[in-house]
């Protein structure tokens, strides 16, 4: 008897606009922002095991679609501790947003019962910048 199982999606792979993707690397997650150009680029800490993170999941989607012109990158805190840390990233979920030459334009965490309001109005903000 052959038993086979079928790959289950991960919940942070779930729903996924074609402007959003995982960072491999730190030198991923460099040459992502380097191509980016004057593009609008929100990247989005979470793990695997964080609730806050899975609940919002489906908003950031939710986002990225409404916002095609803005590139959304997921950063696996279980998988790149020593990048998040360098990047003084230690609360979940947390959200960094850069663009171009401007680079770093800010960074936020919140919970989810605060996302829905700080994210929409950090989005239209950075947006205009």
């Not at 995982?22 to 040459?31: F, K, M, N, R």
């Not at 990158?73 to 501790?81: A, G, I, S």
Request: charged fraction near 20%; aromatic fraction near 12%.
């Amino acid at each position: 008897m052959n038993l086979a199982f079928a790959k289950s999606t991960k919940w942070w792979e779930k729903g996924l606009q074609p402007n959003m993707r995982e960072i491999e690397s730190a030198q991923d997650l460099v040459d992502s922002l380097a191509n980016a150009g004057d593009r609008l680029v929100v990247v989005d800490f979470f793990s695997p095991g964080c609730g806050g993170c899975r609940a919002l999941h489906p908003k950031i989607c939710q986002f990225a679609e409404q916002n095609p012109d803005v590139l959304f990158l997921q950063v696996n805190y279980e998988e790149h501790k020593s990048m998040c840390y360098s990047l003084h990233v230690h609360v979940l979920p947390f959200f960094r947003f850069y663009r171009g030459a401007q680079g770093r334009l800010c960074s936020f965490s919140c919970t989810n019962e605060a996302y829905h309001l700080p994210f929409d109005e950090m989005l239209t903000m950075v947006a205009l910048v």
